[in-house]
């Protein structure tokens, strides 16, 4: 399924579990043979005149990239790069040009471009950019999804079981663990193995990279830190 550029009349793109390519360029002619090229490709497509209409498009929860024009009247290509790396970080940018120079280059795939060609556009070296692209996306993507997983299991901690999962991360055993927090080693165990439950862990290195994704693995360091010398740790 492809789609339209804002101006045409009809129902908006809905999006399914097909990779969306977007485009932007001023140039109603370029915009019809990539919205062509890129549906021949089994994409969908999905195309603007501007980079502000762009940006009043939903974020799409699908594998996307961005085919994006340099030169455009009012808000240019590098200034539009700017909001997608803020706001769509999972949307990599191809730039297209037909009036390419090295300092803009440079300053594109700084700020994180992954390609930068210049028109007119070969078609096999588009659709390789283009699939390597999504690929990327599809990437980061799971990547989201499995932190906001993680995230989730995190929250469903109780308080102490939050304490408990910052001092054993640290390498703590369950009779010093108690020492620090006033309760029972049994009491210890107990909410060692609940919060291992329901952070879904196998093991005590999968809690500790766990830990670290969450940057929390710090997170309790003040309150270890008063006695942490009692057990030989360093601060």
């Not at 455009?72 to 009036?99: W, Y």
Request: proline share 5%; charged share 25%.
């Amino acid at each position: 399924m492809t789609s339209r550029d804002p101006s045409r009349t009809g129902p908006p793109l809905t999006t399914s579990e097909v990779p969306v390519v977007f485009v932007v360029d001023d140039d109603v002619s370029v915009r019809e043979s990539l919205e062509l090229l890129i549906a021949s490709a089994g994409w969908q497509a999905q195309t603007f005149e501007s980079a502000l209409k762009f940006l009043d498009c939903p974020r799409v929860h699908v594998a996307s990239c961005l085919l994006l024009d340099v030169s455009m009247p009012g808000l240019n290509g590098l200034d539009l790069q700017k909001c997608v790396a803020s706001e769509r970080p999972d949307m990599p940018i191809i730039f297209i040009t037909g009036h390419g120079d090295v300092p803009t280059t440079v300053q594109a795939m700084k700020a994180g471009a992954v390609e930068f060609l210049t028109k007119p556009l070969r078609t096999e070296v588009l659709i390789c950019a283009i699939a390597s692209a999504l690929e990327r996306s599809r990437v980061a993507l799971e990547h989201e999804e499995e932190m906001r997983a993680l995230r989730d299991r995190y929250a469903s901690l109780s308080k102490r079981e939050r304490e408990v999962m910052a001092l054993v991360v640290v390498g703590l055993l369950n009779k010093q663990v108690g020492s620090e927090l006033g309760i029972s080693e049994i009491t210890v165990k107990a909410h060692r193995g609940r919060l291992m439950q329901k952070m879904n862990a196998a093991s005590l290195p999968d809690l500790v990279i766990m830990s670290a994704r969450l940057g929390i693995q710090n997170g309790f360091g003040a309150h270890l830190g008063r006695r942490s010398t009692k057990f030989g740790m360093a601060r």
